[in-house]
């Protein structure tokens, strides 16, 4: 597994806007927009292309295309969600499937409630995006589902990642496998109560409100 915490000053400004508590959900909401479109930058640095002959208004030449078959982007409901439009405004033709995972805050189990993707995803690159890596179960389980499926390689976008959470991870998936994380940052510790510590609170909360 590789983790990639992404040294941007960019980067490192907009993630410490959305820790601040004072920040409201508008804002939060802008600005994790803009820090998944630049992790996504770094995120797609693997995805595959193949040489294209196109014309310009000068001269035929070669250039480079996203092949078929084209990268799936799955957001993890509901917090996920909040990161979908960074991806898809770097890969717009990718596809989109989603999983619908809660993590229950006594036990810190996680139980898939919807699934929206194909049964076969043989050759495809995976994005996952889910902002927080907290105990790691929730990106296992998605990590796992897709690879069952028959997925190249999983490329998980998180925004702050807890070094347990990562350990986990990469604990329980074979070492074989291509998985990547990237992340704005491996924070200190989680807590008992399973919170990213300093992290920026409940990511699905700040970004649509406690519902
Ligand atoms: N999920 C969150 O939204 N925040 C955390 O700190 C941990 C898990």
Redesign the pocket.
């Given at each position: 597994m590789r983790v990639l915490e992404i040294d941007h000053p960019l980067v490192a400004h907009k993630l410490t806007v959305l820790r601040d508590k004072k920040t409201p959900s508008s804002v939060f909401r802008q600005l994790a927009d803009e820090l998944v479109t630049l992790l996504a930058y770094e995120a797609t640095r693997s995805v595959a292309v193949a040489p294209s002959g196109i014309n310009t208004p000068v001269a035929p030449t070669t250039g480079m295309k996203i092949t078929d078959p084209q990268p799936m982007i799955v957001p993890i409901l509901r917090?996920g969600l909040g990161m979908l439009d960074g991806l898809t405004r770097l890969i717009p033709t990718g596809e989109v499937g989603f999983l619908g995972m809660v993590?229950n805050d006594e036990t810190l189990e996680v139980t898939t409630y919807a699934n929206r993707l194909p049964e076969d995803l043989t050759g495809r690159q995976c994005f996952v995006l889910d902002?927080?890596l907290?105990t790691g179960h929730t990106l296992i389980a998605a990590v796992e589902y897709l690879l069952e499926r028959g997925a190249k390689d999983v490329t998980c976008v998180t925004l702050v990642c807890a070094p347990e959470g990562l350990k986990t991870l990469e604990e329980s998936i074979a070492e074989d496998v291509n998985l990547t994380v990237v992340t704005a940052a491996v924070d200190d510790h989680l807590n008992e109560r399973?919170?990213?510590v300093p992290?920026?609170?409940?990511?699905?909360d700040r970004l649509f409100g406690v519902v």
């Open positions: 917090a993590r902002p927080m907290a399973g919170y990213i992290g920026l609170g409940d990511a699905g």
